[in-house]
């Protein structure tokens, strides 16, 4: 079974189309997270989510809106798409208790190339 | 200074070499750190978390220093297998809901046979 899932695995659409990503998690976990994955393979945390509320939030443009339905899904709906939106976006869930030290898992990545 | 700053690589090694990442963080208060292994264009996945005592895991050993504000990572007998990058991962706030990790850039390893 999927830990982690993300759909879809790839999207190409054109600069200024509206898309969404989807990430549903399995295991029960209260926080999840969409990080982004740059060019250069850096991965920098956009949104983290704990029992449907937003809890970060790191300066990411306001074309980008996550909606958590329930705890186990969390999505990324991105407007007006640039060429610089253009990365690997992945999903994680952690179980986010009183220790600092839970794991997060990731989902398979999304794939997003911006023409 | 960077949150988090690795050697930047790649290291290219023959198999059954002994190799070692380093990584730096810069906020004292930093809470937990591990190391993540991502494979090529796959997703990033747990390899050990970093203990104040250091900890080992069969053929990897990692160490913290938290004076110098050092992570480490060694594999001993490398495989072909451990060819992947490697991410250096630290929590810069705590726990509860400050909960977040912040990744260095990676350092990518190839093991030549």
């Known amino acids: 079974d999927t830990a982690v899932s993300q759909t879809p695995k790839y999207l190409v659409t054109q600069m200024g189309n509206d898309k969404s990503i989807k990430c549903e998690q399995n295991?029960?976990?209260?926080?999840m997270y969409w990080y982004k994955q740059d060019s250069k393979k850096f991965l920098k945390i956009m949104f983290s989510y704990n029992n449907k509320e937003l809890i970060i939030n790191e300066t990411v443009p306001n074309r980008f809106s996550p909606k958590s339905p329930d705890k186990a899904h969390l999505n990324l709906h991105i407007n007006s798409l640039e060429l610089g939106d253009s990365a690997v976006y992945f999903c994680a869930s952690s179980r986010l208790g009183e220790s600092s030290t839970d794991t997060q898992y990731f989902g398979p990545g999304t794939r997003l190339t911006v023409l | 200074r960077k949150e988090v700053e690795q050697d930047p690589g790649p290291f290219n090694v023959p198999e059954g070499a002994t190799v070692a990442f380093n990584c730096t963080y810069s906020?004292?208060?930093?809470?937990?750190f591990f190391w993540y292994r991502q494979d090529c264009r796959k997703e990033p996945k747990l390899l050990m978390s970093v203990y104040s005592s250091g900890n080992e895991d069969g053929r990897f050993t990692a160490q913290l220093n938290r004076a110098s504000q050092y992570i480490s990572l060694l594999i001993r007998d490398s495989k072909l297998s451990d060819s992947a990058t490697y991410l250096c991962?630290?929590?810069?706030?705590?726990?509860?809901?400050?909960?977040?990790?912040?990744f260095g850039k990676g350092t990518l390893l190839t093991v030549n046979p």
């Open positions: 991962v630290v929590n810069p706030r705590g726990g509860g809901s400050n909960y977040k990790l912040t």
């Open positions: 906020n004292s208060a930093s809470q937990s």
């Open positions: 295991l029960g976990h209260d926080t």
